[in-house]
Every structure is written in C-alpha cells, then in structure tokens.
C-alpha cells in the first residue's frame, strides 16, 4: 500500500505541475467534440474525460483519470501475482525434479503463500519503477484504459479457467466478459490481441466445447454492440480510421536496425528487472512445457510480437504497456522465487538502477530539461521536456492575438503541433498547413482562401513561414514569446499575422 501512496503522490504531483502533452491534449479534445469515434482512435479516451470537460475542469483534475487507472492497474497485477490459481512459471531449485510439488488436482506447482504476498509487492515494484509506465499514468493514453481492461480480462479468464467444464460458468461472468471486451475494443484497436488471447486460452481449458457454449457467443455479441458506435463512424467515413491504423502501426520500409532498436528501447523503457524476468519465465515455461502458464502467457506474447515486428517499420514505446502489465505478475512470481531463495543482490542493483531513472525522468520534468541549458544552447533546441512547458501561454496570447486582428483562426505548419494550440486557444480553429488528412481536417476544415490567421512557429520544431506559391501573400512579425522554467529560458514562440491564404498545402 506505501508503494501504490507513492507513486499516486508523484502522478498527483507531475498530474497539477505539467502542462499537456501532444496526446494528451488531442484525446482532451475528443470530449469537446464528443463523436462515435475518430480518425485515429476510438472514442473511450474522449468519453471518459467528458463529464470532467464539460465542468471545465483544471487540467491536475482531469489527470486524476489516468492517475485512478494506474492505481487499478497496479491493484489487478497485485491480485494476480498472489492468486494462487495463476500457473507458476518459476525456477526449480538445483536437484528438484520440475515435477516436484505438483498438485494432484490441477497439475501446478504448489508456493508457499507468503512467496505469493511477496510477488504482489514485486508486482507493485516493477510497475513503480517502470518509467513509461509513470508517462501513461499522468498522461491519459488509449494504452492506459487498455492497461487496465488487459489485466481485467487476465483476471476474468484465469477465474472462469478454475471451471472444471464450460457450461460451469455463470451468465453474469459472460456478461462481465462481453463488457471488458467491448470497452477495450472501444479504447484501442489493439484490443483485437486481448480478444484473441481470451478466445485461445478458453479452448487450451475447455477444448472445443468453447466453441458450442451459447455464453462465449453472447459475450461476443456484447463486446460487439459495445463497439458499434466505432464500426458506423467508420463505415460513415469511408473506413478511414481503419486505413490510418494499418499504415501507422506498420510504419515506414521495415529495417532490422529498428526492430533491434526497439528491445533495446523496451529496456529502456519498462526498466530491465520486469523485461528480464518477464523473458526468464516464458523461457521457463517453454521449458518446463507449463502449457497452462504459457496460455496465460498469451496475452503478454500475442501484443508483444506483433508489435515487435510492426516497430521494424516505425513505432513507439508506449504501445506495448498493456503487454507489459500482462506479463508482470509472473515476473512478479520469478522475482519472488529468487529473493526468497537468497538471489537477492542482482535484483537490489536493478531497482537501484532503476528508480535512479525514473528519479532522473523526474527532475528533468519539473526543471523542463537540463539545469542551465536555455534554448540557446545546443542541448536546448533538442530538449523534449520543452515540450511539457508554454503552450497555455502561448494558446492565450495567439487567441487574443486573433481575436485583436479580426482572423478566422490559428494556422500550424505541423500537425503534432496543433492539439495543444486547439487546447489552450479553444473557440478558435486551428488550420493545419500540411497535406496530411486527420481528425483536425475533421474538426475545422480546410483554411478558407484569401483569409488571414495567426501563424504560431515553435522553436522546437520550427518551420520555415509559409510563404511560397499558393499560400500566404505575406506574414508579418508580431511578437515572440519566451518561456521560462527554473529560470532559464527553455523555448519560444513566434507569432505572425499571415494575410490571404492561397490554398496551396
């Protein structure tokens, strides 16, 4: 419990501190503009926060979400790393035959429960000690709601899995079965993973009788009418969000550096006690032909490798946390197997190391970057905690500025740059320069010809004016503002009045 009060109070903490980030304030705007999905995403992230939005709540309150669903997170890898029903994927110690300790009812390596508590709070640790993870639990990401529903599900079917028969298993879990799976279907399209997972190892317990129980038949129509509202969005808008998922999850020309890159990036990433013993008791259960904890296993395996493959063509690290916290509690069990059995110093050194990382990750937040490195300096124009800091004062300043000027709106040359503008300038339009169809085009449309707005240029992605054929007739200088953390000045913004839009992209 002292673990779980820790990191709430530094999400809480970070959640009251930072301004939004890129996503963060995309999926925001999902709750302003309530839909029955969007172009690159379905609509649970903007759903959620709606009631919050609607009351016009800070943005530390509107974190709250995210920070409850890491809470929940943790609590389900908790409880799972101590149910004694999930299969034991552990080292044996030396001169103990695998077979040693099996039950004779279920076949299973027996613990001792205090091993078992103890996995709990491993379980805890490795979540706490993961820096990404801390990244999904301020900021709300359509991963973070899959994290959760990813462990419900675990929880769900390793429960129905204590069933000797199929037809054993009561309506209301086939209901509660149907439901995760819709609202995971409603976060992410990779929800399709966790339904698969569930699918497979229903028919490792139950063998094909899974197939003629009416019950899997409802929970799937459940899950189903559940995400209706994404399958008419779709077909009303030609199915382009399906489209965009297909080409951004597959990336660019896919390269074996990348796909190299990306488990160094995962160590990186989800810290490397969880990746390493996480690795060790697949390894183990392969080995051990623990066919039971293998088929758990699926819902870490089945993510992990498709997105393994997909990062060889481009992808981020934040889109593998569900599988992470699948695989957690057995890491959990293999860590507490081997502090239990005195293989204590190793492990010290790891969560050493690791929570020096997170601690680092940290400071580097609440000083936005490097301690005396300003936006003059080399390190500065390449400092990605910039990013986190200014944007409220630069949405305020280029609304008033638009609103002064009498123009239509707010353009940006990128559009990584525009959630965070329609955020802190709302009412206005945020017109997006560039030739790439999104949700912003969705939004507000295309910049009418011949009008005039107000050009925001960032320094840390900055674009040249856009002042070729087609576009703007002229763009005059009005004002930069700096901002300023601990300080230093950490990045600024340039505004422009930009006169008669010709059109061009």
Known sequence: MGLLVLGGLIHVGFGFLLGFSVDEAHYALYATKLDFSYFDHPPLVGWIQWPLVALQAPIGVLRLIPEALWLLSSLLAWQLARDPALPVLLRMPKG????????????????????????????????????????????LLPDTLLMALTLGLMKLTLHVCQNNTIKQIRL??????????????????????????????????????????????????????????????????NWI??????????????????????????????????????????????????????????????????????????????????????????????????????????????VVVQALVCSLAFTLLFFGGLPGVTAQDKWGKQNPFADLWGWDQAGSVARDLAVKLDVAGISISNWTLASRMAWYAQPLAIYVLDDRFDQFDIWFGQIPRNSDTIFVNWSQMKFDLPLKSGQFKSCDFIETLPIARAGREISTFDFYHCKSWGGRP
């Open 96 to 139: 103990v035959s695998s077979n040693a300790g099996v039950g004779p009812a279920t076949g299973d390596q027996v613990e001792p429960a205090q091993q078992r508590e103890l996995a709990g709070l491993w379980a805890v640790g490795l979540i706490l000690i993961s820096p990404v993870l801390h990244v999904l639990a301020v900021g």
């Open 172 to 237: 209301q879990h086939w209901l509660l079965l149907g439901l995760l799976l819709g609202l995971a279907g409603l976060s992410k399209y990779t929800a399709i993973f966790s339904a698969l997972a569930v699918t497979l190892v229903l028919l490792w317990h139950f063998g094909l009788a899974a197939l003629k129980c009416l019950g899997l038949w409802l929970a799937m129509a459940v899950a189903m009418v559940i995400v209706t509202p994404v399958v008419y969005w779709n077909f009303t808008h």
């Open 241 to 350: 969000s399906f489209v965009y998922q297909i080409h951004h999850g597959s990336g660019g020309d896919w390269q074996f550096k990348r796909f190299l890159l990306f488990f160094l990036i995962q160590l990186g990433a989800y810290g490397p006690l969880l990746v390493g013993a996480s690795a060790m008791a697949l390894w183990l259960g392969v080995r051990q032909r623990q066919a039971k904890g293998l088929a758990m296993m699926l819902f870490f395996f089945i993510p992990f490798v498709v997105t393994a493959y997909l990062a060889g063509g481009g992808g981020l690290p934040h889109w593998t946390a569900p599988a992470w916290l699948a695989a957690s509690p057995f890491a959990a069990r293999l860590i507490a197997q081997d502090w239990a059995n005195g293989r204590r110093r190793f492990i010290k050194l790891l």
